[in-house]
């Protein structure tokens, strides 16, 4: 069973910066990927930004060129930087890793307000 734990979330002003950290208890070299997720109130869950076991990223339309993912293998942790936050950035952010299936951490909540 993998287990991933996030953490760094909390309050932030408008245009101030977050990281988040996803702690896995398996070597993520060994996942196909490593994504972060978010969910708003209301709205539907929508993929943040992934990156896969080569390295290869990918981002959501709405947080290209603010946020950027990265990895330590060493530590298997998975980062997500947040810069340039803004109040529709509020959301639970969630740690995903892809396997043979998915597997979910528990959240963290982000909340861009004034």
């Known amino acids: 069973q993998v287990q991933l734990v996030e953490s760094g979330g909390g309050l932030v002003q408008p245009g101030g910066s977050l990281k988040l950290s996803c702690a896995a208890s398996?070597?993520?070299?060994?996942?196909?990927?490593m994504a972060w997720y978010r969910q708003a109130p209301g709205k539907q869950r929508e993929l943040v930004a992934s990156?896969?076991?080569?390295?290869?990223?990918s981002y959501g339309d709405s947080v290209k060129g603010r946020f950027t993912i990265s990895r330590d293998n060493a530590k298997n942790t998975v980062y997500l930087q947040m810069n340039s936050l803004k109040p529709d950035d509020t959301a639970v952010y969630y740690c995903?890793?892809?396997?043979?299936?998915?597997?979910w951490g528990q959240g963290t909540q982000v909340t861009v307000s004034s």
């Open positions: 995903s890793a892809a396997a043979y299936i998915a597997f």
């Open positions: 990156i896969t076991n080569g390295g290869k990223t």
């Open positions: 398996v070597k993520i070299d060994s996942m196909y990927a």
